[in-house]
């Protein structure tokens, strides 16, 4: 059985591809730094420590300025 169930974490990130991309972001993060947020974790991988702090509210998906212009998109 996989946790959290991929319908909780649907119902805190809107779509399937930005939900992997910011838990490989935050497993990447986890990796390198040793930096945990939540207390105690059910799962030993990062990616799956990830998707926790995601269903907890703990990591959350920030909607970027559509005004900001990133150096990579000129």
């Known amino acids: 059985m996989l946790y959290p169930s991929v319908d909780s974490l649907k119902k805190k990130v809107d779509s399937k591809y930005s939900l992997v991309?910011?838990?490989?972001?935050?497993?990447?993060?986890?990796?390198?730094?040793?930096?945990?947020?939540?207390?105690?974790?059910v799962s030993d991988k990062n990616v799956g420590k990830a998707l926790e702090?995601?269903?907890?509210?703990?990591?959350?998906?920030?909607?970027?300025d559509k005004n900001v212009v990133y150096e990579d998109e000129v």
């Open 53 to 64: 702090e995601i269903a907890t509210g703990v990591l959350i998906n920030e909607v970027a």
């Open 21 to 41: 991309t910011i838990a490989s972001k935050r497993a990447r993060q986890m990796q390198e730094e040793k930096n945990m947020r939540l207390v105690k974790y």
